[in-house]
């Protein structure tokens, strides 16, 4: 089995053709990515207008370019996935429609992929994960932690009460003058720095619930940053080391209550995975080595191309569910929000 994965719901344009091997592995062919960070760069954060524009210019060119790479023609698939939510609307409908005409085309079945599930499920792409398993997921749009019983079956057990783990970087980054994207260039200034310089607040943790709240810590920072000022390069690094270690705090305490909270709602957790962009944070893959060190339980951490947004995840959401016959149709709709538990999201607005 092959299948053809595109993703466009934010500001990486992918696209991927995964195989089934017959043992159960996934095989990733082609996973084309175009970048759209020195569009961005100027504005501090994606310019959602702007991501829509460079999508449509690559999406169809980057199709044919993982296609050539696996030596295939759209009729040899056996599925066509694309993301459909959640993300930025105009994004989304790009890779979406793209999805639906070269199914539509190649008389194959479309698959309308969660963008919240292929980062879920990725980690099984090499046959060695079995459900139930407890996740964190975390990116610059979400940060969520989750049962993941089985394809389609998903318990959110905590999630973020305002700021996003990879916003609330991006933001720090841009107080202390660092370069977009944020993540990466904390990171890289907290190496050189003294995290034990500032005393900067861990919000939630001793909580009994699962949920977290990055604006505390941010607002700190940046009080902490005018203080100081002008800020000097090694208070940069002072500052950026003393964040990341806060919230690599705050995670070890979230998923400990998350780990207490998965036991009770699924039994035991087969092994903890990490998902997202944040995942590709070295300091917090360590400490959730650490973590599942001490909680006894193996840590699955995608290679980290496979963090990141692309089109192999995309491929392979579609290949578990192609696997079980969950089709869609060429009506399934772009939603710019699209929870993977709704039972939790009724829960949070109030409607249930």
């Known amino acids: 089995m092959h299948v053809l994965g595109i993703e466009t719901t934010c500001d990486e344009t992918a696209a991927a053709i995964v195989r089934l091997r017959p043992d159960g592995t996934g095989e990733i062919l082609a996973d084309e990515v175009m970048s759209q960070i020195a569009a961005h ?29 696996a030596g295939m023609r759209a009729v040899d698939l056996d599925g066509i996935a694309a993301a459909a939510g959640p993300g930025l609307i105009g ?38 994960l079995a459900f139930p398993y407890l996740l964190l997921l975390a990116s610059g749009g979400h940060t969520q932690i989750l049962a993941v019983k089985g394809v389609g079956d998903y318990e959110r057990l905590g999630a973020t009460m305002d700021d996003a783990i990879g916003e609330a970087f991006d933001k720090t980054a841009k107080m202390l003058g660092l370069p977009y994207p ?18 900067l607040p861990r919000p939630m943790i001793g909580r009994p619930n699962a949920d977290f709240s990055l604006s505390g810590l941010k607002t700190a920072t940046r009080q902490t940053a005018q203080a100081i000022a002008p800020l000097r390069p090694r208070d940069v690094a002072d500052l950026a080391a003393s964040f990341q270690a806060a919230v690599v705090d705050v995670i070890e305490d979230r998923m400990r209550v998350g780990l207490g909270r998965f036991r009770k709602s699924a039994g035991a957790a087969t092994a903890v995975v990490i998902a997202g962009g944040v ?21 699955f951490a995608p290679p980290l191309n496979l963090c990141t947004d692309n089109g192999a995840m995309i491929a392979w959401a579609g290949m578990e569910r192609l696997r079980r016959g969950m089709v869609d149709d060429l009506s399934a709709p772009a939603r710019p929000r699209w929870p993977l538990d709704p039972k939790a999201e009724r829960s949070l607005n109030g409607k249930a």
């Open 41 to 69: 760069a100027a504005y501090g954060g994606v310019v959602p207008e702007i991501a829509a524009r460079a999508h449509v210019e690559i999406v169809d060119s980057l199709v044919a370019r993982a296609l050539r790479k």
């Open 182 to 199: 944020g993540g990466p260039a904390v990171e890289a200034a907290a190496r050189d720095g003294d995290p034990l310089r500032f005393a």
């Open 91 to 128: 994004g989304v409908l790009v890779g979406l429609m793209t999805g639906k005409g070269i199914a539509l085309a190649a008389g194959k079945p479309f698959l309308a992929i969660n963008h919240l599930e292929a980062h879920a499920l990725v980690a099984r792409i090499n046959g060695r």
């Open 279 to 299: 995942a590709a944070n070295g300091a917090i893959r360590e400490a959730m080595g650490r973590f599942c060190a001490q909680a006894g339980v193996p840590l």
